[in-house]
């Protein structure tokens, strides 16, 4: 069973960059594909970006695609997401989570077993 554990939300001003950390423990994180979500106030919970257990490949959704940027190291056993050209709509509580189904990627909060606690990134001037 993994557990996983946000880092690395905070405050930052539009235009700025943040990077994300998940970091897990009880299992090997290559072993699940892994997605970031975000969820706005008053808003449900979106998919923005996901990475494969099985060849390492990324997806990004057309929102965050060009200035969002999902990775792995299995050494630390950490998946990241870079954020850069940050925008105030990227304001949101981000959560990683780990889905136990063998395909590449998921997109659907049902789809994942674990989740981490979330993180709050504010984007403000």
């Known amino acids: 069973q993994a557990r996983l554990v946000e880092s690395g939300g905070g405050l930052v001003q539009p235009g700025g960059s943040l990077r994300l950390s998940c970091a897990a423990s009880g299992s090997t994180l290559d072993d699940y594909a892994i997605g970031w979500f975000r969820q706005a106030p008053g808003k449900g919970r979106e998919g923005i970006a996901c990475?494969?257990?099985?060849?390492?490949?990324?997806y990004h959704v057309p929102s965050v695609k060009g200035r969002f940027t999902i990775a792995r190291d299995n050494a630390k056993n950490t998946v990241y997401l870079e954020m850069n050209s940050l925008k105030p709509e990227d304001t949101a509580v981000y959560y990683c989570a780990a889905s136990n189904y063998s395909g590449s990627y998921y997109w659907q909060t049902y789809e994942y077993h674990y989740w981490g606690q979330g993180t709050q990134v504010t984007v403000s001037s």
């Open positions: 990475i494969s257990p099985i060849d390492g490949s990324t």
